[in-house]
């Protein structure tokens, strides 16, 4: 039986409020105050502009560092200064190498990791700024609203089907069941960070891939408050080494912030070989490396929380347009992996978005053959010029961290090219070794309650909150080869990889079966990125779901 659903009509949709969905509609909204003051035609409105975000309030999901070039957002809000919520300006920066006693200052900062002129933010306080200067432009945001189905047409899109709200873990109606709103828009413009369910399932659909596939890093990160004087504000230090193994790829951080907050945390590359590994737990011990334990013990975890990022770079970028579409920000592989920045790019790409569709509704045309312009704007403008730099930078370290930097000092003097160009790679998940049932699983890392943790405490520190009644949002297309296949060949790396303890074995009449506690998910899609099968698919909870990223 067909479900009847209220439809609304807009100009433009946008699939996500972060930096890159905000920003292409704060700047189209201008665009068409500009339009309209000019008594130009057709006359355009902004409350025709849709911004959909899945998240309880705007900014609840946002997650990075993040030390932010501030050169997109002094595009978009020149004045942003006298305004914008930045936690401190980068006073100083360093680079370590770890081993697991000792921590060797590099003699002089690597430039990827020089952050003079930078900033540090909260991304999460960063995105609610903003997001108040969208409202005030008129723009209609929806909060509480994620996207489940893309509405194709012809060779393109034409809007999105919301979740419905009110169904029951067995997918039958509750009381209070509502079915989600058709919203169809000339435009649709998908900005759903790292992984986006609908990207992803379009990308498929409709053949989009870049030269290379996607490749992914995870990043953990808690907030401290700790004793007086142990960081100085606006101080930035990065880490190589221990505890990762020279085979892998990532590294740690600690940004001082006001008010005696630390930002700690590592991103680790998922192509790492060893299905067992932890990324959670690697992390934990990071914290007890002597560097990292001087400033942290004594002090207080405030916040936890866990995010994907897009390392492909130039090479793993899909097609970023079809027929009344196109992708944006992290979605379109848009972040310097090199710098493990993207805020300033994804940014850049919705102000460069927002001109498309611009350009698209004056004309009344939105056919692929104008929106193409995008990404021709795109290679006329600086993130063609500094993504193009480090194209082959993340393909370099597939055969561990010292090949990987002798790469990159061949591409930093070939402007990106290195030995060979283009590099090729293959997805994360293809990396992972078989173990073939060999070895006892290790024991789970418990933390010791003061300065490690286990995965749930952590969780809790995320604030992390879904309905119970509802239908799991993390689809599993065979439980058979969890239970089966994958218990010899792998060891069932989903218990491992989940920063959430979302996934875990369980023994049911003597046999293993997984249980999946997808009330712990912090939506960061490490298991739809990692599982080495390719049948874990994370699809939206019901809107408001999911963690709240308070002040990280």
Known sequence: MAVERERLDADVLIVGAGPAGLACALHLSRLIAQHNASGSKPELSAENIYVLEKAREIGAHQL???????????????????????????????????????????????????????????????????????????VNLFTQFAGKDLIYEGGGIAGVITEDKGVDKDGKPKDNYTPGYELRAKVTVLAEGPRGSLTKEMVSRLKLDGLNPQVYGIGIKELWETPAGRIAPGYVAHTLGWPLDSSMYGGGWMYGLPGNRVSTGMVIGLDYHNPRFDPHEAFQKFKTHPFVKRVLEGGKLVRYGAKTVPYGGWYSMPRQYMDGGL??????????????????????????????????????????????????????????????????????????????????????????????????????????????????????????????????????HSGTRHEEDQPCHLVVA???????????????????????????????????RLKINASNCVHCKTCDIADPYEIITWVPPEGGGGPNYEGM
């Open 64 to 138: 990075s560092g993040a030390v932010m070039d501030p050169r997109g957002l002094a595009e978009l809000v020149p004045d942003w200064e006298k305004s914008a919520p930045i936690e401190s300006k980068v006073t100083d920066d360093a680079a370590f190498v770890l081993t697991s006693s000792s921590a060797w200052k590099m003699p002089i900062t690597p430039p990827p990791l020089q952050n003079h002129g930078n900033y540090i933010v909260s991304l999460n306080k960063l995105v609610k700024w903003l997001g108040g200067l969208v409202e005030k432009s008129g």
């Open 327 to 460: 992708i944006i920000g992290d979605s379109a592989s848009l972040l310097n992996s090199q710098r493990l920045k993207g805020i300033h790019i994804a940014i850049k790409s919705g102000m460069l978005a927002a001109e498309t569709v611009f350009d698209a509704l004056k004309s009344g045309d939105t056919s692929s053959k104008t929106l193409a312009a995008f990404p021709r704007k795109i290679e006329e403008s600086w993130i063609k010029k500094e993504l193009w730099a480090v194209r082959n930078f993340h393909q370099g370290f597939r055969h561990g961290l010292y090949a990987g930097l002798f790469h990159a000092g061949i591409q930093f003097v070939t402007g990106g090219r290195g030995l060979i160009d283009p590099m090729r790679t293959r997805p994360g998940h293809e990396e992972y070794h078989k173990l073939n049932g060999s070895g006892p699983a290790p024991e789970r890392f418990k933390g010791d309650g003061a300065l490690t943790f286990d995965r749930l405490t952590d969780v809790y």
């Open 478 to 512: 065979d439980l058979n080869v969890c239970a089966t296949k994958c218990v010899t060949e792998y060891g069932n790396p989903c218990q491992y990889f989940c920063p959430a303890a979302v996934y875990e074995m369980v023994q049911e009449k003597g046999q293993p």
